[in-house]
């Protein structure tokens, strides 16, 4: 049974602070991995993806990546209020026509002004 | 990224009736995705819909429940059938891009089972 694990929180940061979101997965084979992020009532959308070991970085936001310890990470700087939400970890497996996301429970994220 | 609507948004159901569940996208894909998202939950595969063959439902969900149409690359549609209230949830469809190796997410059709 391939998994994804998340800390469901919920993770509490002032506004300002550094946020640091947490994955691991089981599938040492899985190649793709995608952080979403979804507002209450709302649905997913897509923060960032990423392939490579590594840190991957767009904005206020860094993905980082080491297949070795099977775990990705979400860095959010200067966060803000606007970022509370649940923010979702999905591991791409499979291939072809077979391909699909396996997701986390997610993790509740509260920045406090 | 792609374009995805998703009717009805919202819907008040009878206990054993069923709602069909419409999903357009702008750009033709191949692959399409029909997730449940229950309450507090997160996101639960229904079932993968590829143009040109049949529906691959995952463990749990079989097609006489959620049958599942897939006549071309902008369209799918998923029906929920003889409905109770344990079907009210948030209904996503989404779509594959693969030059962009990722997913988006329709809007979500919220349906309550009463």
């Known amino acids: 049974q391939k998994e994804v694990e998340q800390n469901s929180g919920p993770l509490s940061v002032p506004e300002g602070a550094i946020a640091s979101l947490n994955c691991t997965y089981s599938?040492?084979?899985?190649?793709?991995f995608f952080w979403y992020r979804q507002y209450s009532g709302k649905s997913p959308e897509l923060i960032m993806s990423?392939?490579s070991n590594g840190d991957k970085e767009d904005g206020r936001f860094t993905a980082q990546l080491n297949k070795a310890s099977q775990y990705v990470s979400l860095l959010i700087r200067d966060s803000q209020p606007s970022d509370s939400a649940t923010y979702l970890c999905?591991?791409?497996?499979?291939?072809?026509?077979?391909?699909?996301?396996?997701w986390g429970l997610g993790t509740s994220l509260a920045v406090n002004p | 990224s792609a374009v995805i609507s998703q009717k009805p948004s919202r819907d008040i159901c009878q206990r054993g009736t069923s709602l069909t569940i419409q999903c357009q996208v702008d750009?033709?894909?191949?692959?399409m995705f029909w997730y449940r998202q229950q309450p507090g939950q997160s996101l639960t595969l229904i079932a993968t819909?590829?143009?040109?063959?049949?529906?691959?439902?995952e463990s749990g969900f079989v097609i006489d429940k959620f049958p599942i149409s897939r006549p071309n690359l902008t369209f799918s549609t998923l029906t929920v059938s003889n409905m109770s209230p344990e079907d009210s949830s948030i209904y996503l469809c989404?779509?594959?891009?693969?030059?962009?190796?990722?997913?988006?997410f329709g809007e979500g059709s919220w349906l309550t089972v009463v």
């Open positions: 999905a591991v791409r497996v499979g291939a072809g026509n077979n391909r699909k996301l396996i």
């Open positions: 819909a590829n143009q040109g063959s049949e529906a691959t439902y």
């Open positions: 990423i392939y």
């Open positions: 750009s033709q894909v191949t692959m």
């Open positions: 989404s779509v594959s891009l693969e030059l962009r190796n990722t997913i988006y």
């Open positions: 599938d040492r084979g899985s190649q793709s």
